[in-house]
């Protein structure tokens, strides 16, 4: 996709706040525990390699990405050191991901005897059971089955390492636990059943590292608390150290008018003047990732906070000012302007979403700057 230079949005990346929240998730781990950081989606909009770089220099000692290009692409950026893709991976590319020295997950052993004749057997595929206790997405449900895996890895030693095994919470962003305890036991009698623990056993994403003492893992998989986020929304206020949100997404006013009362304002002309009014274009839209349900969600300008008026268009929407601005003028869409901050939550909260969706939501059109 085409990236717009030639226009003032962008979504500003803090690089120091990518670093302290890493640093403060690793001074956390208990000895031997290892902290990987998750970068899948554009780590959550926030730029692949850019991200993966910056968790690497402030201590991830590994990376996990959600499909196998993604950690294709940190190899060509020439990023080096464990990767670990999460979802499933076609059984046609695993040559590729043992060639690239990336992990894999199984979830079952037909992926397994399929992917087994998709490897040269040149080079082992780094294998990472994936075990579902109770989040219902994938992983292995069967503990004979498990097994099985194990073995048939244990015949192929040409062909498979078993790297590790792992799981998922459903809740480990709630105050209930219920669930949460009785996914760490069904993973905990996964691992028993091995002949042995794999180098990896892991089941901690963010929540779970901020919020619980869980099943003895040696790694951490570090999501959203990487962009200063918290997991739970606001569920959860409390956590062992304080997040730093990374990212703020400004643009401009490419046009400012006074209009008279009864003046309409965009599609379906579902918005009309009420009086003599001040209406500023601000170009971004749906198509960035700026969604058509923010209609009456508030930006700032000049420590003003300015209703969006009238439908979010593709690439841009319009707002109430308080008085004329000239062109140019900085519009605050997520971050702080004066004394006044929308935070990702806040945008997430009007749209009746969660702050991960929003990030992930940003299309490449709108560029990441990176500052320190
Ligand atoms: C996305 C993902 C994570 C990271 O979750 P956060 O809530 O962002 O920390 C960890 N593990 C798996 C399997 C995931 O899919």
Not at 48 to 66: N, S
Not at 132 to 141: E, K, L, S, V, Y
Not at 192 to 207: F, I
Not at 278 to 297: E, N
């Amino acid at each position: 996709m085409v990236v717009a230079l030639h226009r003032p949005t962008k979504a500003i990346v803090r690089r120091s706040a990518i670093k302290h929240n890493v640093a403060a998730a690793c001074a956390q781990l208990k000895a031997g525990t290892e902290l990987f950081a998750v970068v899948k989606a554009n780590a959550y909009g926030h730029g692949l390699v850019e991200v993966a770089k910056l968790t690497r220099a402030a201590g991830a000692t590994g990376l996990c990405v959600a499909v196998l290009d993604e950690a294709l692409e940190l190899r060509r950026a020439g990023i080096t050191g464990p990767i670990l893709v999460l979802g499933i991976v076609d059984p046609e590319a695993v040559q590729l991901a043992a060639d690239n020295d990336i992990a894999v997950p199984v979830a079952e052993n037909s992926w397994l005897h399929a992917a087994s004749q998709n490897l040269t057997g040149t080079k082992p595929l780094r294998v990472h059971l994936a075990t579902d206790t109770g989040m219902g997405r994938i992983g292995f449900t069967d503990t004979a089955e498990l097994q099985q895996a194990a073995a048939f890895m244990q015949d192929e030693p040409a062909k498979f390492t078993l790297a590790g095994i792992f799981t998922h919470f459903a809740t480990a962003d709630e105050v209930d636990d219920t669930q949460f305890k009785a996914q760490c036991a069904r993973f905990n009698e996964f691992v028993a059943a091995l002949p042995q623990r794999p180098r990896y056993v892991h089941v901690a994403n963010t929540a779970t590292s901020l919020w619980h003492d869980a099943c003895h893992g040696n790694m951490v998989r570090f999501g959203v608390g990487i962009y200063g986020l918290n997991p739970s929304g606001r569920t959860i206020a409390h956590t062992p150290y304080a997040l730093e949100p990374a990212m703020r997404i400004e643009s401009a006013l490419v046009m400012c008018k006074h209009v008279p009362a009864g003046t309409t304002v965009s599609y379906g002309a579902t918005y009309v003047s009420a009086e003599d009014e001040f209406i500023g274009t601000v170009p971004m839209g749906y198509a960035d990732g700026w969604l058509r349900r923010m209609q009456g969600a508030t930006v700032l300008v000049d420590g003003h906070r300015c209703p969006i008026v009238g439908r979010v268009c593709m690439d841009q929407f319009m707002i109430r000012l308080p008085h004329a601005y000239p062109r140019g003028t900085k519009v605050t869409l997520v971050g702080r302007d004066g004394d006044d901050e929308i935070t990702l939550q806040d945008v997430a909260d009007f749209a009746g979403t969660i702050h991960y969706e929003i990030a992930c939501c940003l299309s490449e059109r709108v560029p990441r700057v990176y500052v320190d």
